[in-house]
């Protein structure tokens, strides 16, 4: 069984920094594709950025390159989410998704098979 936890969700201001992290089990973060995505209640998930399985090629949202880095640490099975000069705009609930179909893009939620409940991300301006 596959689980996905994630933690290090807060209040920041506007140009502050958060560090995401995404404990797997039940799937091997160095294997599979991992991302991370943000959903606003109302509004489409959207993928933030993710990294492939098996490989070191990494995407973004064209808002976050830059200023986000997705990261994972195989011995740990954890897949992190550095989030630096935050914006009002970054406030979501961040989710972990593991495992994908490659018939999708990288950012297409359709993608993965697998999510975690989710860390809410405040960001005040």
């Known amino acids: 069984q596959v689980q996905l936890v994630e933690s290090g969700g807060g209040s920041v201001q506007a140009g502050g920094s958060l560090r995401l992290s995404c404990a797997a089990s039940?799937?091997?973060?160095?294997?599979?594709?991992m991302a991370w995505f943000r959903q606003v209640p109302g509004k489409a998930r959207e993928g933030v950025a993710a990294?492939?399985?098996?490989?070191?090629?990494?995407y973004y949202k064209y808002s976050v390159q830059g200023r986000f880095t997705i990261s994972r640490d195989n011995a740990k099975n954890t897949v992190t989410l550095q989030m630096n000069n935050l914006k009002p705009e970054d406030t979501a609930t961040y989710l972990c998704?593991?495992?994908?179909?490659?018939?999708?893009?990288?950012?297409?939620?359709?993608?993965?098979?697998?999510w975690g409940q989710g860390t809410q991300v405040t960001v005040a301006s």
């Open positions: 039940g799937t091997t973060v160095g294997r599979n594709d």
């Open positions: 998704a593991a495992e994908g179909d490659r018939s999708w893009p990288y950012l297409d939620p359709t993608r993965y098979r697998y």
């Open positions: 990294l492939e399985g098996g490989g070191d090629s990494r």
